[in-house]
């Protein structure tokens, strides 16, 4: 199984920048996601990237988060801009097989914080 470690959570304000960063080990699955879940709400998918570099986004985030991926160090990264209060919330890792937007989670990382302040 596949384990995950994230990093690079925090305080931001609003408007600000963070870079999360998921580090596998083991090779990395064919979907590598992530997901985010805010209090009293449920978990939902905030961006997934193949092997091959497609990618998809969950419609609250697009054109401010990009996920990208380096197959060789077996890394997944989160640039998320143009941070709002309501992008606050933990963010997961996750490595999934399937397809973009049809997968299944095989792994889950701890989470990390993501705080954005008004």
């Known amino acids: 199984q596949v384990q995950l470690v994230e990093s690079g959570g925090g305080l931001v304000q609003a408007g600000g920048s963070l870079r999360l960063s998921c580090a596998a080990s083991g090779s990395i699955l064919s979907v590598m996601e992530w997901y985010r879940q805010a209090p009293e709400k449920q978990r939902e998918l905030v961006a997934g990237?193949?092997?091959?570099?497609?990618?998809n986004y969950a419609d609250s985030v697009k054109g401010r988060f990009i996920i990208s991926r380096d197959n060789v160090k077996n890394m997944v990264y989160l640039q998320m801009n143009s941070l709002k209060p309501e992008d606050t919330a933990v963010y997961y890792c996750?490595?999934?097989?399937?397809?973009?937007?049809?997968?299944?989670?095989?792994?889950w990382g701890q989470g990390t914080q993501v705080t954005v302040s008004s």
């Open positions: 996750a490595a999934s097989s399937g397809l973009l937007s049809r997968s299944t989670v095989r792994s």
């Open positions: 990237i193949n092997r091959g570099g497609s990618t």
